[in-house]
């Protein structure tokens, strides 16, 4: 399925750990991208769902693209609902590299453990080896459990930079 938010459970970990040194914004938005492909081939019936897009080569040039077109929707975003109240968002160049090409590779990752029509190691092989009978629902629990670890940590990091 498309957009699903599940991958950003993991995200959500990873924030709580780097803080500024990760966008979760911009790492969502490369899940979207990611997905597009695959919504093309759902809506016209052709192409192969997990196609070139799904493999570690096209997770590269998409991380790129979603780095750099996340860095300034996610920039317009936070300034727009920021209604001038706070100094402008800047999102640096590292934190938009870092969570773009993060966001394509664990998307890859994530979904060549459970289709067996991936071949995420294209061009060198049509094979998918890391698909070893994860399925799903395990997929979905680490990601929604990783998430809400995650929470957890972000809070609790939250309140003791509040208490400083």
Request: net charge positive; charged share 10%; hydrophobic share 55%.
């Amino acid at each position: 399925m498309p957009f699903t938010p599940f991958h950003v459970g993991p995200a959500i970990s990873v924030k709580a750990v780097l803080d500024k040194k990760f966008s979760l914004l911009v790492f969502a938005w490369a899940q979207v991208v990611m997905d597009l492909q695959p919504l093309v081939v759902m809506l016209t019936g052709r192409g192969q769902i997990h196609g070139i897009t799904h493999t570690f080569v096209g997770a590269v040039v998409l991380g790129a693209a979603a780095a750099v077109s996340g860095k300034y929707l996610g920039e317009l975003g936070l300034n727009l609902l920021a209604f001038g109240k706070r100094p402008k968002t800047v999102i640096p160049w590292r934190v938009a590299l870092l969570s773009g090409y993060l966001g394509t590779v664990s998307h890859v990752l994530l979904d060549a453990l459970i289709y067996a029509d991936m071949a995420p190691f294209w061009p060198f092989t049509d094979a998918n080896p890391l698909r070893f009978g994860v399925t799903s629902f395990e997929i979905i629990v680490f990601c929604v459990v990783s998430g809400v670890a995650g929470l957890a940590v972000w809070g609790v990091a939250a309140l003791v930079r509040r208490g400083r």
